[in-house]
């Protein structure tokens, strides 16, 4: 299970979940070689120059949460060059009538997308946006990550 | 019990409560005029936890529940949230139209006219429980309109996570229950107010 803000490495048989996801994106990226795969349950885009002197909260950003989910899954045996992505959420489920300003959603969205860019990690599947909250789990035994809704069919990516 | 609730001081959390109390006792009033039936509020509760422990404490990520709530600003920022089971959402609805619930279209929870009475229940209940306090601490608190939503209660908390997330690693709010035996309803009443807005509620009081 990775909550809001958290970041988790799992291997066959463990599965990664993030649960209930509005705005917030989980990205996955994992090595299908090695059989590696870590989970980050992004709630904001960008740290700015908003993270305090304490590094304990990184993961709650895309940036630099992304790095540290690369290093992360790197550091328990993935090898840099296998790395692949999977990401769903970025939902805008409550469309609030006082701002003026991008859905967070949006947001998180296309900083995760370019946090991978950057990083040169290609994105096997994704399933973003949309007005409708999201549950994911990725199995990193055939790597194949379920997106499911309230209403609707679960989807495979 | 989160490890930052022991942060926070007895008196501090005790003022809260307080606000939350005062709020949730005009809220529960209005309900009853609405309902036609008395309407009680428990103990409230004032949590300051880490982000990622919110849902999980408010009933699970996955919890499908209804949510009408408010964004507010003014001298205070933060959210007011309805967070309803679907009967008990629905019984709301049934009694403030005083007819069954229609049809609703496909893929949504109600039809157009019920979830403006829902959202209008909400609309003067939040409003009295603001007002309440805005008669109290003598700051300027302006709701926008309610939305209202069927979802995954982590979808719908997600909105005030982000708020809180922006300034800090923890979240804070004021949960207090609505509850009515003649009515059949139960549901929660949740006051998020932002992390400069806890303060500012403090300061309004003079206990800061």
């Known amino acids: 299970m990775v909550n809001i803000a958290q970041m988790r490495i799992a291997r066959p048989p463990d599965q990664l979940y993030a649960l209930g996801l509005g705005s917030c994106i989980g990205v996955v990226l994992y090595d299908p070689q090695r059989k590696i795969a870590g989970m980050l349950h992004v709630l904001l885009p960008a740290s700015e120059d908003a993270l305090p002197a304490g590094q304990e909260h990184r993961t709650k950003f895309a940036d630099p949460g992304l790095l540290d989910l690369r290093e992360a899954v790197i550091r328990n045996g993935a090898l840099p060059g296998n790395l692949r992505a999977k990401m769903a959420g970025g939902a805008e489920v409550l469309a609030v009538s006082n701002g003026t300003e991008d859905s967070i959603g949006r947001r998180n969205a296309v900083e995760c997308l370019r946090m991978l860019d950057q990083m040169k990690i290609p994105i096997d599947g994704k399933d973003l946006g949309g007005k409708v909250g999201r549950s994911i789990r990725f199995d990193p035994e055939n790597n194949v990550l379920h997106v499911k809704k309230i209403i609707g069919e679960e989807r495979k990516l | ?208």
Do not use: W
Request: charged share 20%; proline share 5%.
């Open chain 2, 1 to 208: 019990m989160s490890k930052t609730d022991e942060n926070m001081d007895i008196l501090k959390k005790d003022v809260f409560r307080e606000i939350a109390n005062i709020g949730a006792g005009h809220a529960s009033n209005a309900l009853s005029m609405l309902l036609e039936c008395p309407v009680k509020q428990n103990i409230p509760e004032v949590q300051l936890v880490h982000l990622e422990d919110m849902t999980e404490l408010l009933g699970g990520p996955e919890r499908i529940v209804v949510g009408v709530g408010m964004h507010i600003s003014g001298s205070i920022r933060g959210y007011l949230l309805a967070i309803l089971d679907f009967p008990q959402a629905e019984n709301i609805i049934e009694m403030v139209r005083n007819q069954p619930l229609e049809k609703a279209p496909e893929g949504l929870p109600f039809s157009p006219i019920d979830e403006s009475a829902l959202k209008e229940s909400v609309n003067i209940i939040g409003g009295s429980y603001l007002t309440a306090i805005s008669q109290m601490t003598g700051l300027e608190i302006i709701p926008t309109t309610p939305f209202a939503t069927m979802e995954m209660l982590g979808a719908i908390l997600n909105l005030a996570l982000v708020q809180a997330g922006q300034e800090s690693d923890t979240v804070m709010y004021f949960k207090s229950g609505l509850f009515s035996s003649e009515a059949g309803f139960a549901g929660d009443l949740l006051l998020i107010p932002d992390q400069q807005s806890y303060q500012i509620l403090l300061q309004s009081l003079g206990c800061l």
